[in-house]
């Protein structure tokens, strides 16, 4: 039960209360200059996860070997190999949509949110709880980023999941979904002050979600706060190594 309460928690704070994107500002270069539709923003988003969840395995396997001198640029070769391997496969499958994103997946590397997890959770713990860390604060993210292309489409293009083949093969023209011919959008959400404003408004949209929450709970019951640090390393009672 306690171990249950636990993974509940660690997908709590990667979907929610300790979104990287929304609380922490992690990753923010990619999620500014990648979000100028929805299929973009969803394109990053899994190759970020995919990334994320490969490294936090592989440093949890490894965090008995690595001395803590090295375990820095130990984390940063292994990131950067399996960053290599998303990018290859992406220009063997998703070559248009990886012409698109161009730059921005080799720069995965330097993601803080990666090399972030890596150090304050996957190198403290087992193997199960580092990917599902993982797997929450990836797809945490990757809601962020379609979510904030989608609007940015919406508003600046009047399209919705425009080039969803590119990602999703032929059979996903038919999510694309258009408001009209006439409708002539506003230039500046698919420019970077676009981003920006629609980052800022998505960080107000949760704390004010946040804030409404904690106004509901009745007196006397404790509200448990975002998360503000990780857990120091494994659960009492567990095994020292995956």
Not at 99 to 105: A, E, S
Not at 119 to 146: C, H, P, Q, W, Y
Not at 165 to 171: D, K
Request: aromatic share 6%.
């Amino acid at each position: 039960m306690a171990a249950d309460s636990g993974y509940s928690q660690l997908v709590g704070d990667g979907l929610w209360g300790n979104n990287q994107a929304l609380v922490a500002l992690l990753g923010l270069c990619p999620l500014l200059a990648t979000t100028t539709s929805a299929t973009n923003g969803l394109g990053m988003g899994l190759a970020t996860t995919a990334v994320l969840a490969l490294s936090s395995v592989t440093v949890s396997l490894i965090r008995n070997l690595v001395r803590p001198e090295v375990r820095l640029p130990v984390f940063v070769l292994v990131i950067a190999s399996f960053v290599t391997i998303v990018e290859l496969t992406m220009q063997a499958y998703f070559y248009n949509l990886y012409l698109v994103l161009g730059l921005f997946i080799p720069l995965i590397v330097v993601n803080c949110t990666i090399i972030g997890r890596a150090e304050a959770f996957a190198s403290k713990n087992r193997v199960d709880r580092a990917l599902l860390d993982a797997l929450a604060m990836g797809i945490g993210s990757t809601l962020v980023l379609t979510t904030l292309g989608g609007l940015r489409e919406l508003i600046g293009q009047g399209t919705l999941f425009n080039q969803a083949h590119l990602l999703l093969g032929e059979a996903a023209r038919v999510l694309t979904l258009k408001l009209g011919p006439d409708f002539k959008g506003a230039l500046v959400a698919i420019l970077p002050p676009g981003a920006f404003i629609g980052l800022g408004l998505l960080i107000a949209l949760k704390n004010l979600i946040d804030q409404r929450t904690r106004r509901r709970v009745p007196r006397g019951v404790p509200v448990r706060a975002p998360a503000q640090r990780e857990p120091a390393g494994d659960p009492p009672g567990s095994a020292a190594t995956a």
